[in-house]
Nanobody, 124 residues
Framework: QVQLEESGGGLVQAGGSLKLSCEASGYVFAHYRVGWFRQAPGKERDFVAEIGWSNGDTNYADSVKGQFTISRDNAKRMLYLQMNSLKPEDTAVYYC?????????????????WGQGIQVTVSS
């Protein structure tokens, strides 16, 4: 079992930055992949970014490439999402998630553990 807890969300003006954090408790095996998803009101949960826990290789949704950066600190068991140049359309609840396989995936259904989510609101 892996428990995940997000922090760092809030309200920010368009063009601003936020850094989300996700603390993992329980054992995260080296071959796991960890990622961020987001869900806006009335919409499906969408992939944002994911990273290999051991090798650090990353994948991003096209909509956030060059704008968001995913990273992790294995020793602290922390996952991060640095979000720059935020836009109102980035407003959503952001979730961190863990996938118990080494193959990257963008599908929420293929992730096994989820945090409770944290609100990010970008005002225009």
């Amino acid at each position: 079992q892996v428990q995940l807890e997000e922090s760092g969300g809030g309200l920010v003006q368009a063009g601003g930055s936020l850094k989300l954090s996700c603390e993992a408790s329980g054992y995260v095996f080296a071959h796991y992949r960890v990622g961020w998803f987001r869900q806006a009101p009335g919409k499906e949960r969408d992939f944002v970014a994911e990273i290999g826990w051991s090798n650090g290789d990353t994948n991003y949704a096209d909509s956030v490439k060059g704008q968001f950066t995913i990273s992790r600190d294995n020793a602290k068991r922390m996952l991060y999402l640095q979000m720059n140049s935020l836009k109102p359309e980035d407003t959503a609840v952001y979730y961190c998630a863990v996938r118990r396989w080494s193959v990257p995936s963008y599908a929420p259904v293929e992730f096994d553990y989820w945090g409770q989510g944290i609100q990010v609101t970008v005002s225009s």
